[in-house]
């Protein structure tokens, strides 16, 4: 996936990629049998299937994302409002590379975070 990509995904798509790209899970999207509506779970390798974190939508989460940049040494040097709740987060790393994405808080992090781990 190229990473100008990232900038489309949402919702229940944005926190599958992470989960699969940011973490290294084994991701398989599926629909959730009470609602009908396009979900996805995950595991890590040996590990049981779990419903994929919330990472675009949740605080808790999104801090786990935080969390798994700077250990690939990225920053969150910046965020900047761009009008009707959605921000602008930028990351920057040791050796210099910037990356950015706009959206809400949340989903802008987590794609700023898969453009730094995919480029």
Same mark, same amino acid.
């Given at each position: 996936?190229?990473?100008? !990509?990232?900038?489309?995904?949402?919702?229940?798509?944005?926190?599958?990629?992470?989960?699969?790209?940011?973490?290294?899970?084994?991701?398989?999207?599926?629909?959730? !049998?009470? !609602?009908?509506?396009?979900?996805?779970?995950?595991?890590?390798?040996?590990?049981?299937?779990?419903?994929?974190?919330?990472?675009?939508?949740?605080?808790?989460?999104?801090?786990?994302?935080?969390?798994?940049?700077?250990?690939?040494?990225?920053?969150?040097?910046?965020?900047?409002?761009?009008?009707?709740?959605?921000?602008?987060?930028?990351?920057?790393?040791?050796?210099?590379?910037?990356?950015?994405?706009?959206?809400?808080?949340?989903?802008?992090?987590?794609?700023?975070?898969?453009?730094?781990?995919?480029?």
């Amino acid at each position: 996936m190229a990473p100008s !990509t990232f900038e489309e995904l949402s919702g229940r798509e944005l926190d599958a990629a992470v989960a699969r790209h940011l973490f290294g899970f084994e991701v398989e999207e599926r629909e959730n !049998t009470k !609602t009908g509506a396009k979900d996805a779970v995950c595991r890590a390798p040996g590990k049981d299937w779990v419903r994929v974190a919330y990472y675009s939508a949740s605080m808790g989460a999104s801090l786990n994302v935080q969390l798994a940049i700077q250990n690939r040494g990225w920053k969150w040097v910046d965020q900047r409002p761009r009008g009707s709740g959605e921000v602008r987060v930028v990351l920057e790393h040791a050796d210099g590379r910037v990356v950015e994405a706009s959206g809400p808080v949340n989903e802008a992090l987590c794609r700023a975070a898969l453009k730094a781990v995919v480029s």
